[in-house]
Nanobody, 120 residues
Framework: QVQLLESGGGWVQAGGSLNLSCVNS??????MGWARQAPGKEREFVAS????????YYADSVKGRFTVSREHAKHTVYLQMNSLKPEDTAVYFC???????????????WGQGTQVTVSS
């Protein structure tokens, strides 16, 4: 079983930074990533990473601002978010799957989410 727990969300002013963490307390799984859902909007793919971190994928809306990374020793995936914008405000979720995560619909396992609020 894979159990995911996100943390690190909060409130920040536009231009600021946050670093989200997702800890997997269950068995290891190859692909992990991040997705988000803003109020009244559909869930959106944000980023994903392979087991060894040799490949990463990003939504166009976050390229150059967000960085996804993985630390196996801590069973954790991170999302470093810089130059945050009000439109980044959403609940951020951590999906995990045995196949590549490239859309918001891919994810065998999901965490409960962590709220990120960016004020202008």
């Amino acid at each position: 079983q894979v159990q995911l727990l996100e943390s690190g969300g909060g409130w920040v002013q536009a231009g600021g930074s946050l670093n989200l963490s997702c800890v997997n307390s269950g068995r290891s799984i190859y692909y992990m990533g991040w997705a988000r859902q803003a109020p009244g909007k559909e869930r959106e793919f944000v980023a994903s990473i392979t087991w060894a971190g040799e490949r990463t994928y990003y939504a166009d809306s976050v390229k150059g601002r967000f960085t996804v990374s993985r630390e196996h020793a801590k069973h954790t995936v991170y999302l470093q978010m810089n130059s945050l914008k009000p439109e980044d405000t959403a609940v951020y979720f951590c999906p995990a799957d045995t196949r590549m995560i490239s859309t918001a619909n891919v994810g065998l396992y999901w965490g409960q989410g962590t709220q990120v609020t960016v004020s202008s």
